[in-house]
């Protein structure tokens, strides 16, 4: 059946929605070295202090920057992005670091000129207007948000990726107001799930999650298939497509440098028990993965 | 989630919230999550009706998205850094505690938790004649220790210690709802603008301790707890995000397998703060009991800072501060 909605759509909307949306092959080339195929949903969990929101930033920085600037290749996608930020952890300082560095970097390779400072600052701002922040105060303004964004992303084509910082911002307040019951919560998780399955499927967007772990792990011996069970509930678990568990990974020298002490892990997990396992550091420039 | 009435838009009269309300259509919620068509069919309200219902309640109840150029210009001009008048611990922090952050100490007993909270209150007092609002849980703070820090630091006297003392507001709290009525409050009272001295020069708010209040209404199977203290979190974040306040919190350990110590208050709440500093003990550090010397020497004062979490910074680089008259050091 058409939907009048269909009919109703200006012709703004109709080009952003069949517009052919920018690649995004090397969105980041270590953990996703094909192409990223729209519409995934990428889950990242992990305990507090494991780097989800420093890896979110990365990919982000990955997004904005330019391909290319004074003929020096920066390596960027030049997309929009948008960032819902639940949990108030966007640090637009540290962003604004990784971006200035990334520029800085790759220009210096190439000349030293004296306004070097001067352009850096104007590629940064460039970088930072394909970007848009929303922060949300409760779970029915995120849901209500989710529906308004239609608006921003008809109006900006180029917006491919959304971000959400973090996914279970709102869990506990959810569980003791509206959902008493297991059948309430996930009802009110189901509208939000619809939402935005609604936004990605009309718009081609791929949406990564940071997850905060906030139940003790808990290993199943006795049943192995519960050892599936997400507390987000199933609705959330059918639309996450991809899944990239992070942590911490004990230094093993003693004397090492700062960076090198903290070490982190990415596990990503493909088809069945599939998986790999790669290290990385938090450096200047986003995230620097270990061979 | 806001329920629907008359005069949340032109179009929302009585007979369409009526007609609305038989189809089971009762918040904000509701009408915005169901089809346009739908709703228009069922309750028999025209589709331009409830499309302009739609886009009005829609622009009312959306978070705005703002383009990063202009919150980068706005964080810019609003962000500020206040020192703790601890070189070692600003060293640790990149300046000191910023703005628009959530920071939290944790510790063990005598770790100097809350002289560290003092001490920076005295610092953002003294030096910048900003207010600090002080919210006091165990009632740990001390006015007679404050009092002795400022003459420490300042001879001659030249600022009085009414003026400073002004600039320092402590409201004691003993429950999780007396927390959460404080600090709705105090960002009532922001809102206001009437009240001079916190409305345009509040910068610095403190919780000591957070734990105290929280820890008994968690536990059990009961969920109640994990929601206070969730909707605390949000209300310590929005002052900081949306008034541009350093937060500054304050939360014990417990102790886990095989002695390993970790924040209190569980999982959940460690998500919560943007920069987390543990204060550690030397004694506790090197785990053995050396017999305490008779004389305050300089090492008893001493005082470990570990940084175990940042949005910004490099982690697990730890630095030493002392205790003395003036505060910390």
């Known amino acids: 059946m058409a939907t009048p909605k269909a009919k109703s759509e200006t012709g703004a909307q109709l080009l952003a929605r069949l517009h052919c949306k920018p690649s995004l092959v090397c ?20 305990e507090e202090g494991v780097g989800k929101t420093q890896l979110l930033l990365h990919l982000v920085a990955n997004a904005i920057l330019p391909k290319s600037s004074h003929g020096v290749d920066i390596a960027g996608l030049c997309v ?212 | 989630m806001p329920r629907l009435r008359i005069g949340l838009c032109p179009t929302l009269t009585q007979i369409v919230l009526e ?26 309200v025209s589709y331009k009706d409830v499309l302009s219902i739609q886009r009005v309640l829609l622009a009312q109840y959306s978070a705005f998205p703002m383009n990063a150029a202009d919150f980068y210009v706005d964080v810019m001009s609003s962000v500020a850094i206040l020192s703790t008048g601890s070189s070692n611990i600003d060293q640790l922090l990149d300046g000191g505690l910023y703005t628009a952050e959530v920071t939290e100490v944790v510790g063990p007993v005598a770790s100097g938790k809350t002289q560290l909270c003092l001490s920076i209150a005295l610092s953002v007092a003294m030096e910048t004649r900003q207010t ?54 105090l960002k009532a009272s922001l809102d206001d603008q009437t009240d001079k001295l916190c409305s345009t020069s509040l910068k610095l708010v403190i919780v000591d301790c957070v734990a105290a209040v929280i820890s008994p209404v968690l536990g059990g199977f009961q969920t109640d707890g994990h929601a206070y203290m969730m909707h605390i979190s949000r209300v310590l974040k929005t002052l900081a995000v949306e008034y541009s306040v350093a937060v500054l919190i304050t939360n014990n350990v417990v102790y886990g397998d095989g002695g390993a110590t970790r924040p209190a208050m569980g999982k959940t709440w460690s998500h919560v703060p943007n920069t987390r500093v543990e204060l550690l003990k030397p004694l506790d550090s090197v785990g053995e009991l050396t017999p305490r010397p008779q004389s305050h020497t300089d090492s008893d004062h001493q005082r470990h800072a570990i940084l175990l979490k940042s949005d910004r910074l490099q982690t697990n680089v730890s630095t030493t501060f002392v205790i003395s008259d003036y505060g910390v050091q």
């Open chain 1, 80 to 291: 929009g992005v948008v960032y819902i930020d639940l949990d108030y952890h966007f640090s637009m300082i540290r962003l604004t670091s990784i971006l200035e560095t990334r520029i800085q970097t790759a220009l210096s390779a190439r000349d030293s000129s004296q306004d070097a400072s001067q352009s850096v600052e104007d590629i940064v701002k460039q970088c930072l207007s394909r970007l848009y922040v929303v922060r949300c105060s409760s779970s029915s303004q995120f849901l209500i948000t989710l529906h308004s964004l239609e608006t921003l992303l008809g109006n900006n084509p180029d917006i491919c990726l959304l971000m959400i910082d973090s996914i279970s911002a709102f869990y506990w307040v959810d569980r003791s107001t509206g959902g008493s019951s297991t059948q309430g919560r996930t009802n009110s998780n189901k509208l939000m799930v619809d939402a935005l399955r609604k936004l990605l499927v009309t718009y081609n967007l791929v949406v990564f999650c940071a997850k905060a772990e906030l139940f003790e792990q808990r290993t199943y011996t006795d049943n192995p298939s519960a050892s599936g069970y997400d507390f987000m509930g199933h609705h959330w678990q059918r639309l996450v497509t991809h899944r990239w568990t992070l942590g911490k990974i004990r230094p093993i020298k003693e004397h090492v440098s700062v960076v090198q002490r903290n070490c982190y892990s990415v596990t990503v997990h493909s088809g069945n028990d599939a998986q790999k396992t790669r290290s990385f550091v938090i450096t200047d420039e986003g995230v620097e993965f270990r061979k």
């Open chain 2, 132 to 185: 600090v609002v002080y919210f006091d849980t165990g009632s740990s703070f001390d006015s007679g220790r404050l009092q002795d820090m400022m003459e420490a630091r300042q001879k001659p006297l030249t600022q009085t210690v009414e003026m400073i003392g002004s600039l320092i507001r402590c409201c004691k709290v003993y429950s999780v709802f007396e927390l959460l009525s404080g600090l709705e409050t």
């Open chain 2, 19 to 44: 007609k609305l309300s038989r189809i089971g259509v009762h918040d904000v919620v509701d009408i915005l999550t169901t089809d346009a068509v739908e709703v228009s069919q069922k309750a028999k």
């Open chain 1, 27 to 46: 969105l980041e080339r270590v953990l996703l070295p094909a192409v990223t195929s729209q519409k995934s949903v990428f889950e990242l969990r992990g």
